[in-house]
């Protein structure tokens, strides 16, 4: 299985946003059979699907989020990268980037904390 | 959207015992659901998918059926390990999760 690493800010202030990288090792992830994912969890929540990228560059997004998440593939770097505009508290939450096997996620980073305060 | 309930939302249980946990789907799902496991302050680990495919490494304890709109994650013989947060998640469509069951020692 791959090995995946969040990275980014820990802190965002409100209406800025928020810009994490996930890097992958141990596989391309030029892999056909994989979709690369971004999930998140408030504190003390579930889990939440943000979106995804496959290898081409198509990219599928929650509806509730569409419009304020960017997700793009860096295969020169082997990660991947997610941006979600206009942040608010409500987007305060661990982020974790995962690689999807037909929608389902069989390896996960370690998840990152990103506090939305000023 | 597919909207998931699971129930209970806290199961308390012994070492030994046999759980079972249920999902729900607002529309039907063929087989597409996941099972996942979470402790504190970790990822989610996969333990099922395609409703009742054991993941490579879990044990066989964990067993995953149903279909449609009505899925069971079922525990046999719990062990000290088994004790954390269970989701499901569908893939249909889009994706959506469960709200989680924790299993927590009696």
């Known amino acids: 299985q791959v090995q995946m690493q969040e990275s980014g800010p820990g802190l965002v202030k409100p209406s800025q946003t928020l810009s994490l990288t996930c890097s992958v090792a141990?596989?391309?992830?030029?892999?056909?059979?994989?979709?690369w994912n971004w999930i998140r969890q408030a504190p003390g929540k579930g889990l939440e699907w943000i979106g995804n990228i496959y290898h081409s560059g198509t990219t599928y997004y929650n509806p509730s989020l569409k419009g304020r998440i960017t997700i793009s593939l860096d295969t020169s770097k082997n990660d991947f990268s997610l941006e979600v505009k206009s942040v608010t508290a409500a987007d305060t939450a661990v982020y974790f980037c995962?690689?999807?096997?037909?929608?389902?996620?069989?390896?996960w980073g370690l998840g990152s904390l990103v506090t939305v305060s000023s | 959207d597919i909207q998931m309930t699971q129930s209970p939302s806290t199961l308390s249980a012994s070492i030994g015992d046999t759980v079972s946990i249920s999902c729900r789907a607002s529309q039907n799902l063929n087989r597409w659901l996941a099972w996942y496991q979470q402790k504190p302050g970790k990822a989610p680990k996969l333990l099922i998918h395609?409703?009742?495919t054991l993941e490579s490494g879990v044990p066989s304890r964990f067993s995953g059926s149903g279909s449609g709109t009505e899925f069971t994650l079922t525990i046999s013989s719990l062990q000290p390990d088994d004790f954390a947060t269970y989701y499901c998640q569908q893939y249909n469509s889009y994706i959506t999760f469960g709200q989680g069951t924790r299993l927590e020692i009696k």
């Open positions: 395609e409703t009742s």
């Open positions: 141990g596989g391309s992830i030029k892999r056909g059979d994989s979709f």
């Open positions: 995962a690689r999807g096997r037909m929608n389902f996620f069989d390896s």
